[in-house]
């Protein structure tokens, strides 16, 4: 069964540093997406980055980028030069499949971080 | 704009009432998703859509109902059975692999 696991609950980083976010995934599909999502207090979701299991380089968006290591099955965020805006919550998310029953969109328990002047 | 609405913002339900939460994407996606979130939770699938007249439940799909008569519409009704109502909810749309947006959410509160 496809599951995402996120292991920090918490994470502190220093403003304008580098802090990366675990996630690692499990599925039996090839085929599947995996995104990062950024939720501050207001409650919306905003997209942040998406990685394909096909994809051969890691995805890079901004500040933003995804360390994925397929064979450990792990899509790791990395926020580079942090700023005191980043701090919210944060979910990484599995889509896999191309259609069928099992075309779900599934997330992680989330890590929430503090950015600290 | 391209995007996802839900209204309202917030919603207010008595006990025993049965509700409708609106989900709107121009975004011509065919996959769409209904989500609960509670306070300091991560989300759990109430129920998605890979294609109109066409729904399946997710892991928490007791108590709720959904429809999907239309691609740009997903409404998501909570009913009397869902006993612990009180929640954020989001709702999402997406498109082949790589696309999946959420909406501003609804946050239900029953009174």
């Known amino acids: 069964a496809q599951k995402i696991t996120q292991t920090q609950p918490g994470m502190f980083v220093q403003e304008k540093e580098a802090v990366t976010l675990d996630c690692t995934y499990d599925t039996s599909d090839p085929s599947y997406g995996l995104f990062w999502y950024k939720q501050p207090s207001s409650g919306e979701m905003i997209f942040l980055i998406y990685q394909g299991s096909y994809d051969q380089q890691n995805a890079t968006e901004g500040r933003y980028s995804l360390n994925f290591q397929k064979a450990r099955k792990s899509a790791n965020l990395v926020i580079s030069a942090s700023q005191l805006g980043d701090s919210a919550m944060y979910f990484c998310?599995?889509?896999?499949?191309?259609?069928?029953?099992?075309?779900?969109?599934?997330f992680g328990t989330g890590t929430l971080l503090a950015v600290q002047p | 704009d391209g995007g996802i609405t839900q209204s309202p913002k917030y919603l207010f339900r008595k006990e025993g009432q049965n509700v409708t939460l609106s989900c709107e994407q121009n975004l011509n996606h065919d996959a769409m998703y209904w989500y609960r979130q509670d306070p300091g939770q991560g989300l759990r699938l109430i129920y998605y859509?890979?294609?109109?007249?066409?729904?399946q439940k997710g892991d928490i799909a007791e108590g709720y109902s959904v429809s999907r008569e239309k691609k740009e519409s997903f409404p998501l009704t909570v009913t009397s059975a869902q006993k612990n109502p009180t929640a954020f909810y989001l709702c999402?749309?997406?498109?082949?692999?790589?696309?999946?947006?959420f909406g501003q959410g609804t946050r239900l509160t029953v009174v």
């Open positions: 998310a599995m889509r896999e499949g191309y259609g069928g029953a099992t075309n779900k969109l599934i």
């Open positions: 999402a749309s997406g498109q082949g692999m790589t696309e999946a947006f």
């Open positions: 859509s890979q294609i109109v007249n066409d729904f």
